[in-house]
């Protein structure tokens, strides 16, 4: 009889193998067929799960049989299914994740105005993430349930949500609020992954978006971590949530007298000569006068941030030469203060 049974897990293994890997060839020759990345997607996230999830299924169906004894059968019944829960997670996890490249694959973030790409992109991360919580939260209720010492706790972490809820609450009030906020900002998106915001004083992008936290990538490459609650709670400034595009602005404080129409006029000359300018907004003028000297404004729109600040930076530069070389009466000349001697 012993012989017979190990002989039946011995067939049933070899079948999950051979299945396993008929379903990888299957997998290999329609994406060689059909050369798409999609396939190739799928062929690539899930080949090396087939390796074992049919052996283990195989054996875990024949391992509870008349012609094992009850150590025999109880011993290689539970670690088959122990398995077949390890790799049936692992499966779904991995089906998880090739659903998040499947759709991540149709984006491009690389093209100029991606504001419909960054909030699927921030959506699809963020579900993917609740999604792989959700699987392995039933794994591990699953696996307690295999056995009959764990099937009370199994049960009680599936049934008893409300009791677990307050308990957790109590003793992680700050992370349940953190992820609560994390599926508010996933949904009503006041920040989006590449999204150019100013917090704390600093400027910088939005380069990670988690459960409980955002990375904030400063212009200088620092990463400033904040809690996912900041951005439901305090106010920041987001340039980029409605449009990539951005009106960036140059002031230049000058003298009395400054011809402002031709400044004016290289300063749209200089636009027509950079692609940094965007062809949208562009004005010159005077927006204040002190007792000193005029204060000239010049506002260009730009397709990114990045951009606008490098035209902010072209147009000062070369504003600035021209003045010097053409106008150099216009530069501000700051008064000398007398000097004050104390009597001897």
């Keep these: 009889m012993k012989i017979q049974y190990w002989q039946l897990l011995a067939l049933a293994a070899v079948a999950g193998l051979i299945t396993g890997w008929l379903a990888i060839r299957i997998l ?6 059909q ?21 283990v299924l195989f054996v875990n169906l ?7 004894t009850r150590e025999e059968s109880y011993l290689i019944f539970s670690s088959s299914k122990v398995a077949l829960i390890a790799v049936s997670t ?23 105005n991606n ?16 999604i792989v919580i959700a699987i392995l939260i039933v794994a591990v209720a699953l696996l307690l349930l295999s056995f009959q010492r764990g099937r009370e706790f199994g049960l009680g972490l599936l049934t008893s949500a409300g009791i677990v809820s307050v308990i957790v609450g109590f003793a992680a009030q700050k992370t349940i609020a953190n992820l609560l906020a994390g599926i508010q900002i996933a949904f009503t998106q006041p920040i989006k992954i590449e999204d150019v915001v100013i917090v704390e004083g600093e400027w910088g992008t939005i380069e990670e978006i988690n459960l409980t936290y955002v990375v904030v990538r400063i212009w200088d490459l620092r990463r400033m971590i904040l809690p996912i609650t900041y951005f439901v709670e305090k106010p920041f400034q987001n340039w ?11 002031l230049f404080y000058l003298d009395y007298h400054t011809p402002v129409t031709p400044l004016r006029e290289k300063f749209l000359a200089l636009l027509t000569e950079t692609p940094l300018w965007d062809g949208i907004t562009a004005a010159l003028q005077v927006t204040d006068t002190k007792d000193q000297y005029i204060v000239l404004r010049a506002i260009m729109s730009a397709r990114s941030a990045p951009d606008a600040f490098d035209l902010r930076c ?8 021209f003045i010097r070389e053409e106008y150099p009466v216009s530069l501000p000349v700051l008064p000398i203060q007398p000097l004050h001697h104390q009597a001897d």
């Design 240 to 250: 980029t949530r409605s449009d990539s595009s951005v009106i960036g602005s140059a």
């Design 90 to 112: 692992w499966l779904a996890i991995r089906l998880a994740l090739l659903f998040e490249k499947l759709i991540l694959n149709q984006l491009d973030l690389n093209k100029t």
């Design 62 to 68: 024949v391992a509870n049989n008349r012609y094992a």
């Design 28 to 33: 290999k020759f329609i994406s060689r067929k």
């Design 35 to 55: 050369e798409t990345k999609t396939w190739q997607t799928v062929h690539r996230s899930i080949t090396n799960v087939f390796y074992f999830f049919f052996l």
């Design 115 to 130: 504001l419909q790409e960054r909030r699927v992109f921030t959506k699809v991360k963020f579900i993917k993430r609740m």
């Design 314 to 321: 072209y147009i000062r530069e070369n504003l600035i030469e």
